[in-house]
């Protein structure tokens, strides 16, 4: 493989990506907004029962709970099947959990099983990304990547939103008839699955041995750690996904308490943020080569310094705007470092592995972040003091990164 050198020049966007490349996408998009929709069809479900809001979070904690256990697992799985077939069985597995929900199970554990197939499906995504694109595009193709994850997840949101709606309440003879979409959405994306080209790749057989994988797992996910590029890019999307998770949740209290939104209005307004998110990303895609990730941290402080600002904003019309910003500065910041995490795993370990690597650490951030939110939420923290301690703690965090980078450049 090219070394990071060869994919500096140019991000390769305005070449042609390979066969399959698109309908990956496709298969992807469909995938994610489902879990999207589903969460907030969920989260209705949980105040239709009276629960507690702190129950809110737990249900991405019990999704992102599998992407952390099953890490040392997924990797090994990714590598041992086509990817693109095993992508489809993991839709299967999504499919698994709404029926769960529609059979009366628990929220929280129906999630667990949804989570579990999007954990083994992660690895399986990325992973053939790595195989089917050049390094000098993994740029561009994380662009496309990016622009339809957060594609997905505002139109979830939004679909979501729609689903709860009081507009459509007479349509439903009770909240879990929507389920039933959903259902048929997940099936799309396994057949668009079901269609993508084998990339060719095959991997050495590892053993299966449960102590065998945790040493594998253990001594790839340190490998990567100690990598100069590998390290310092995976410590930035870890950080990154934790926060963009917890800010999911954020955004939509933030919406309901301090803009006087109902829920489904709320959902609605993460559309801004996914937005922005979608033009940050695309431009990176575009603009940003390879050997230029490192310099985008500086939009990480960017990003927690904003969210201050957008605390103390009481009109809609200003927020949006704000929102929007907020989202292209993530944008630019995470596709870039992401694709030069991908580079170095592919280049330290093999594709499935390094990107369960990545699922691990990134998922585990989510995990600790969650439970720390829903914490200060149960202790009734007020948002907006919680925004702003929020969005200065990232700026630090990315900031102490900046700081490595520049003392490992020295």
């Not at 907004?33 to 907030?40: F, G």
């Not at 949101?157 to 507009?167: D, N, Y």
């Not at 990176?284 to 050997?291: P, S």
Request: charged residues 10%; glycine residues 10%.
């Amino acid at each position: 493989m090219p070394n990071i050198a060869d994919a500096a020049a140019a991000p390769g966007a305005a070449e042609r990506m390979p066969a399959g490349f698109h309908r990956l996408i496709a298969a992807q998009f469909f995938s994610a907004l489902a879990d999207n929709a589903l969460l907030i069809v969920t989260m209705a479900l949980l105040q239709q029962r009276g629960l507690p809001a702190w129950w809110a979070p737990l249900l991405k904690f019990g999704f992102t709970l599998s992407y952390v256990v099953l890490a040392p697992v997924v990797g090994p799985l990714a590598d041992a099947f086509p990817k693109a077939r095993l992508m489809a069985w993991m839709n299967g597995v999504k499919v698994l959990g709404v029926l769960a929900l529609l059979g009366g199970a628990n929220p929280i554990a129906a999630f667990v099983i949804v989570g579990f197939g999007a954990a083994a499906y992660a690895p399986a995504k990325y992973g053939l990304v790595t195989e089917l694109v050049a390094s000098r595009q993994l740029v561009a193709a994380n662009g496309w990547l990016e622009v339809t994850v957060v594609c997905a997840v505002l139109l979830g949101t939004v679909f979501g939103g729609v689903l709860v709606s009081p507009a459509l309440a007479p349509l439903w003879q009770h909240r879990l008839d929507a389920l039933h979409l959903l259902l048929a959405v997940y099936a799309l994306a396994a057949l668009l699955n079901l269609g993508i080209p084998d990339s060719g790749a095959r991997y050495e057989a590892r053993s299966i041995h449960p102590l065998a994988l945790l040493r594998d797992f253990r001594e790839a996910n340190a490998t990567l750690w100690r990598d100069a590029l590998g390290g310092l890019s995976l410590a930035a999307t870890t950080l990154f996904w934790g926060a963009g998770a917890t800010l999911q949740f954020i955004v939509l209290r933030w919406a309901q308490e301090h803009l006087g939104l109902p829920l489904h209005q709320a959902s609605y307004l993460q559309a801004a943020v996914a937005v922005g998110v979608v033009a940050g990303a695309a431009a990176a895609g575009r603009f940003v080569a390879l050997g230029d990730a490192r310099r985008m941290l500086g939009f990480g402080v960017a990003l927690g310094l904003m969210l201050p600002l957008v605390a103390s904003v009481r009109s809609l019309w200003l927020a949006v705007p704000m929102l929007v910003i907020a989202g292209a500065v993530g944008g630019l910041m995470v596709v870039p470092l992401n694709a030069l995490l991908q580079h170095r795993g592919c280049v330290l370990l093999t594709a499935g592995r390094s990107i369960a690597v990545q699922g691990f650490n990134e998922n585990a951030s989510i995990l600790a972040m969650l439970a720390l939110y829903a914490a200060l939420v149960a202790i009734d923290l007020p948002i907006v003091p919680l925004m702003c301690g929020f969005g200065l703690a990232i700026a630090l965090a990315i900031g102490v990164l900046m700081r490595r980078a520049r003392c490992a450049r020295s």
